[in-house]
């Protein structure tokens, strides 16, 4: 991963701790229904939240292709 690319989503995962649903978010539907997706340029950030608990995880960081999600 480019050293811009890898700064970018660091930057995004620290925003993610106070308000994990800010930026480019999406709900994903179908298998994946339940995830969410931050865009970060071509990269996509896959997670699931824990609301009850403040809890963020996260599952995946992938480039996005046409076969990503």
């Known amino acids: ?3 811009r ?3 970018r989503i660091n930057r ?3 925003d993610m701790k106070s ?3 800010s930026g480019d978010i999406m709900a994903l539907r179908g298998d994946y229904q339940g995830l969410y997706r931050r865009r970060v340029g071509p ?3 896959i997670f699931a939240l824990k609301p009850d608990r403040r809890i ?3 599952g995946d960081i992938v480039r996005r292709t046409s076969t990503t999600y």
Do not use: G, K, T, Y
């Open 56 to 58: 963020v995880l996260i």
């Open 43 to 45: 990269w996509r950030i």
């Open 5 to 7: 690319d890898r700064e």
């Open 1 to 3: 991963m480019p050293v």
């Open 12 to 14: 995004a995962l620290n």
């Open 19 to 21: 308000d994990p649903l």
